[in-house]
């Protein structure tokens, strides 16, 4: 059985495999680039042209030195000659690639409901076995929840709220 991000990988094609690739490089941009990150930001591609976006006219020019360097550390990580030339533009506000991040989903986990009499048993099966084991967690449970609850939760305007865990 093979991982779920190799089978998409493979299953995308090319194109898919390239972009997935840049994506890592986006999010590897200031491994990628060492000192120079903070002055070149990636802002996209055109065709096998690699744009940047530089802070004013002065790092441009500097930067437009540095061209083969910059094409040899991208292609280096990319392990592959997507790019032959490097454009440098202004940013003028524009967000770069490598500052887009993306957060996953956040689900909320319903706290357990103790079953009315539940936990009475505990300490009546023998400690040293799988039943007198599995009921004192399954017990410990909504002990935990319960606790967790307590914790933090004062008024909902101004107070003070914190996350609960109820793993």
């Known amino acids: 059985m093979q991982p779920l991000a190799k089978v998409i990988f493979q299953s995308v ?3 898919g495999r390239e972009r997935f690739r840049l994506a890592e490089l986006w999010r590897n941009w200031p491994r990628v680039m060492g000192s120079m990150a903070d002055m070149a930001r990636p802002l996209g591609t ?3 042209t690699l744009l940047l976006g530089v802070e004013d006219p002065v790092t441009m020019q500097e930067l437009s030195y540095y061209g083969p360097e910059i094409l040899d550390r991208v292609n280096g990580f990319l392990q592959k ?3 032959d030339k490097v454009k440098f533009d202004l940013l003028q506000g524009r967000v770069p690639l490598d500052a887009i991040t993306v957060q996953g989903p956040e689900f909320h986990k319903p706290r357990p409901i103790r079953p009315t009499g539940f936990g009475h048993l505990v300490g009546r099966f023998p400690a040293d076995s799988a039943l007198g084991r599995c009921y004192a967690a399954y017990a410990a449970l909504y002990d935990r929840a319960e606790a ?8 909902t305007f101004g107070g003070t709220h914190e996350r609960r865990n109820y793993a």
């Open 13 to 15: 094609g090319e194109y």
């Open 81 to 83: 000659k997507i790019f």
């Open 148 to 155: 967790s609850q307590d914790a933090v939760e004062e008024d």
């Open 46 to 48: 055109r065709k096998s």
